[in-house]
């Protein structure tokens, strides 16, 4: 869905000006421990799967909701990876639009689906090795993807 009727009225109100905007992200590797990365129309930068939470959705809810529509992936959030903000999170959109991100990141496992695009706002969807993955729209620090490969588990456990 590109934009929820809660976030159009807010745009409504404040234009394209700075909003804050709570939101999630997925870490989701596939049996060869790639990261998935989806890149949007028109842009030239990757990402997570990720999206904003809606008025009354738990982010548990919102992360499945987010990766479903942009990768026709079924996920269950295992862990938080993190929770990052500040103005390293600002983004623009390409219509104007100004937000500042307080992300929960979370590792995913696959549950079922089939990789595609399923809202239209994805473009390519790729799984990456960590060696190769790409420059992201948002800065997201590289230790967030480290494995400690003797145990197979985040840096972060």
Known sequence: MPMSEYYRDLRGKTGSGLLMMPSVAAVIRDEQDRILLIRKPGETLWGLPAGAAEPGETPSR???????????????????????????????????????????????????????NMDGETEELVFFPEADMPELAIPYPRKLFQRDYTTGKSIFD
Not at 80 to 96: A, C, P
Not at 109 to 115: A, C, D, T
């Open 62 to 116: 919102a992360l499945r909701r987010e990766v479903f529509e942009e990768t026709g992936l079924m996920v269950t959030p295992e862990q938080i990876l993190g929770v990052f903000g500040g103005t390293n999170f600002r983004y623009t959109y390409m219509n104007g639009d100004q937000v500042e991100y307080t992300v929960i990141v979370f590792q995913c496992s696959i549950v079922k689906g089939r990789l595609r």
